[in-house]
């Protein structure tokens, strides 16, 4: 397979995620209005829904995928990512609607397992960093055009169809997986599936600081990121009152994002992982900080909270690579088990961050600032007990 081809089709199943989640944000409202939910609030949970089940079945998946190998768990995962966007169309109740997307994140998770466990069976380190760059500005293209796609959904037909959409995304993705897509994980590299097998895996995981310290310093940086998806249709409808263009501002948002994880792909083999992640993850809080002063003091200008938000959410893209390849560098072994903690701790983590500081939502931008600010401080200290007080080192593969 060409590398731009694998890099699209890792891209496009990384990109399930973020279709799942962004395409809807248009229909919130309207999925609420229909279901006659009675706090505005509680749309959210159609998202969140779908993050909690992207985040513990990952820690059953990792051990599938290195007994079984990538491709039957990803392809299985397909299957019931494309029943579930289907059966939502049709979901009869708010209740059961959430179900749905609850075991559609769950079907999600396989398949972020196994193109995780894909990527780092073909590379390690910066390469591997490199490789996700590539993927993750791919993909990044999916914010960018998924809330448009979600209104030009609910203009053209009805509002179900943003569900819909998601099953028809995955059948396309098996057929291209079923006939382009080889088996990466070696015959003599697959791990019997058994209680000290996978108690061995999880340890060798949970045992290496490098590891555990970049898995949490992601999760907490990036429940900014969920707070900011949960609550960004109130941000810009009820806050500004540029609901009607939120699309359009979403979209120049992820834009930067996929040009900084663009850029990254290009300068992280020169800089290293270390070097650029630890600048990113400072200038990340002084926008934060800046973004805070300005609304609080000042007032809430949008054109000033969004000129640095847009800032800020793309240094999103030169951490989320970095601290991945930074975390998985030294689990090629169980790469598939690997995968699975790190998505599991940083997914569940992230989300449940990210879940109350959009529930904090008062009307005003002024909890979301401090959850950036507050959240990208705790991050950084994570950083400093993992590199033993030291930033910005030049050298890759600390122990």
Same mark, same amino acid.
């Given at each position: 397979m060409p590398r731009w081809e694998f890099v699209a089709m890792m891209a496009s199943i990384f990109g399930l995620q973020a279709l799942g989640i962004d395409v809807m944000l248009p229909a919130l409202?309207?999925?609420?209005?229909?279901?006659?939910?009675?706090?505005?609030?509680?749309?959210?949970?159609?998202?969140?829904?779908?993050?909690?089940?992207?985040?513990?079945?990952?820690?059953?998946?990792?051990?599938?995928?290195?007994r079984f190998g990538r491709k039957l768990l990803l392809q299985l995962s397909l299957i019931g990512y494309l029943i579930t966007g289907f059966l939502c169309m049709i979901a009869p109740s708010f209740g059961s609607l959430l179900f749905l997307r609850l075991l559609q994140g769950v079907c999600c998770a396989g398949t972020r397992v196994s193109a995780g466990a894909i990527i780092r069976d073909l590379s390690k380190g910066r390469a591997m960093a490199s490789i996700l760059s590539l993927v993750y500005t791919v993909f990044m293209i999916v914010p960018i055009i998924a809330p448009a796609l979600g209104t030009a959904i609910m203009a053209v037909t009805d509002w179900r169809w943003v569900f819909g959409v998601l099953g028809v995304f995955s059948a396309i993705l098996f057929i291209w997986t079923q006939f382009r897509l080889p088996m990466t994980l070696d015959p003599e590299d697959r791990r019997?599936?058994?209680?000290?097998?996978?108690?061995?895996?999880?340890?060798?995981?949970?045992?290496?600081? =490098?590891? /555990?310290?970049?898995?949490? +310093?992601?999760?907490? #940086?990036?429940?900014?990121?969920?707070? @900011? !998806? *949960?609550?960004?249709?109130?941000?810009?409808?009820?806050?500004?009152?540029?609901?009607?263009?939120?699309?359009?501002?979403?979209?120049?948002?992820?834009?930067?994002?996929?040009?900084?994880?663009?850029s990254n792909s290009r300068v992280v083999e020169?800089?290293?992982?270390?070097?650029?992640?630890? =600048?990113? /993850?400072?200038?990340?809080? +002084?926008?934060?900080? #800046?973004?805070?002063?300005?609304?609080? @003091? !000042? *007032?809430?200008?949008?054109?000033?909270?969004?000129?640095?938000f847009v800032l800020t959410f793309g240094c999103f893209g030169m951490m989320g690579a970095n601290?991945?390849?930074?975390?998985?560098?030294?689990?090629?072994?169980?790469?598939?088990?690997?995968?699975?903690?790190?998505?599991?701790?940083?997914?569940?983590?992230?989300?449940?961050?990210?879940?109350?500081?959009?529930?904090?939502?008062?009307?005003?931008?002024?909890?979301?600032?401090?959850a950036y600010v507050l959240l990208g401080v705790s991050s950084l200290l994570v950083i400093l007990w993992t590199e033993c007080g030291k930033l910005f080192a030049v050298g890759e593969g600390k122990t």
């Open positions: 409202e309207i999925v609420g209005d229909y279901y006659a939910i009675e706090n505005p609030n509680d749309q959210q949970l159609i998202i969140f829904a779908f993050i909690l089940g992207f985040g513990f079945p990952q820690l059953i998946f990792g051990p599938i995928s290195d019997e599936i058994s209680f000290g097998n996978i108690i061995n895996g999880f340890s060798q995981v949970l045992s290496h600081r =490098i590891t /555990v310290g970049y898995m949490l +310093a992601s999760g907490i #940086i990036f429940g900014c990121l969920f707070a @900011f !998806i *949960g609550a960004s249709e109130q941000v810009f409808d009820e806050v500004f009152g540029r609901g009607d263009k939120f699309y359009l501002y979403f979209a120049g948002i992820a834009g930067l994002l996929a040009v900084m994880n663009y020169r800089f290293g992982m270390r070097r650029i992640s630890h =600048i990113v /993850v400072l200038t990340f809080i +002084a926008l934060s900080a #800046i973004n805070l002063i300005y609304m609080q @003091f !000042i *007032g809430q200008n949008f054109w000033v909270f969004y000129v640095l601290f991945s390849s930074l975390a998985l560098e030294y689990m090629g072994k169980v790469a598939g088990t690997a995968n699975a903690v790190y998505g599991f701790v940083t997914m569940t983590l992230s989300s449940f961050l990210g879940f109350l500081v959009a529930r904090s939502f008062d009307g005003t931008v002024r909890p979301l600032l401090i």
